[in-house]
């Protein structure tokens, strides 16, 4: 597939953390970009069914696909990213039902390709993250994010390609959660269990976007589920480049007896999850497979010193 200046890509969501970054990427390339607010979606019972019901939202869709026409790829970046969130009837609107529907909508557009922005948190703690439909979700928000994989796979396309695209943890200028790791790792507190030298999914905004842009012009049809690839740090150096400095190695043992410890606490206590998550990450890393990114030859436009610039003070940046 080819892209001219006179063919549009949507992006719904557009206005968004992820979202701007893929609008700038794409912008960067010369085409037309639109920008479409996503519907805000309500689903509060539709936790045990294996797909979204065929007259489920059906003005919605076909309202949304009147926006899409002329389009030759619609990205959704939208979706609620409160990874904290305990509320699953909340998310499962936003991250599991609008997936669906922008698929629909696309289909009745005659818009060649979909790309759904999901989250490599739909596979959890597996031992390597991959394009596999292996999903081992761990709290209401990846629990919503693998309910939008399951149901937007189970649709029947007739003209639309649809690809799942799943970034690790996206960090960036005034990100929430990038400043809440800068804190830790520039403190007395700042751990990692062993040497620190397994790979950590981390993800820089502005290669989040551009990969998706890679995604949406490529010439190759892209696999079903594309993965994000390893950008290069280990669980240590995400907090040297963060912190600025060496961050203390704990036993491995005794790392992992603390997050088993946490675990069990998990059982009466689910909230605890996300956080625990996090810790685990910072902790031991994950590892991450080949993605089909890099063997279609995408190199991440920034590199470690991108991190770096991301550790100082935003006094100083």
């Known amino acids: 597939m080819t892209t001219t200046n006179f063919e549009t890509i949507t992006v719904i969501g557009g206005a968004g953390f992820v979202g701007r ?3 700038t990427a794409l912008e960067q390339k010369g085409l037309n ?18 797909c979204l019901p065929p007259e489920a939202f059906g003005a919605e869709t076909v309202t949304l696909s009147q926006h899409l026409i002329g389009s030759l790829v619609v990205i959704n970046a939208a979706g609620n990213p409160d990874a904290s969130s305990h509320d699953l009837g909340l998310l499962l609107g936003p991250n599991a039902a609008l997936p669906v529907l922008i698929s629909r909508a696309s289909d009745l557009a005659k818009v060649k390709r979909f790309i759904h922005v999901s989250s490599a948190a739909v596979q959890g703690n597996h031992a390597v ?19 939008g994989e399951v149901w937007l796979l189970s649709e029947q396309q007739k003209t639309t390609e649809v690809t799942i695209y799943r970034p690790p943890g996206v960090h960036g200028v005034n990100r929430t959660v990038t400043e809440r790791i800068r804190t830790l790792a520039s403190s007395p507190f700042s751990s990692v269990a062993g040497t620190g030298s397994s790979k950590t999914p981390q993800a820089l905004l502005e290669n989040v976007g551009d990969a998706i842009a ?3 012009t490529t010439c190759e049809m892209p696999r079903q589920i594309v993965h994000h690839p390893w950008e290069g740090l280990s669980s240590a150096d995400l907090l040297r480049c963060l912190g600025n400095r060496e961050p203390h190695h ?4 005794l790392a992992r007896s603390l ?13 605890i999850a996300p956080n625990r998550r996090r810790l685990e990450l910072l902790w031991f890393g994950q590892g991450v497979a080949p993605s089909w990114l890099e063997q279609q030859g995408w190199v991440p436009p920034l590199n470690r010193d991108r991190w770096f610039e991301l550790g100082k003070p935003a006094s100083k940046r």
């Open 129 to 147: 993250l991959d394009n596999s439909f292996n999903l081992f979700p761990f709290s209401p928000y990846s629990q919503s994010k693998a309910f």
């Open 259 to 271: 997050i088993n410890c946490v675990k069990l606490a998990e059982r009466p206590l689910r909230f």
């Open 250 to 253: 704990l036993p491995h043992w």
């Open 214 to 216: 890679f995604l949406a």
């Open 21 to 23: 970054s893929i609008v």
């Open 33 to 50: 970009v639109k920008i479409v607010h996503a519907p805000r979606l309500t689903l509060r019972d539709g936790m045990q069914q294996s």
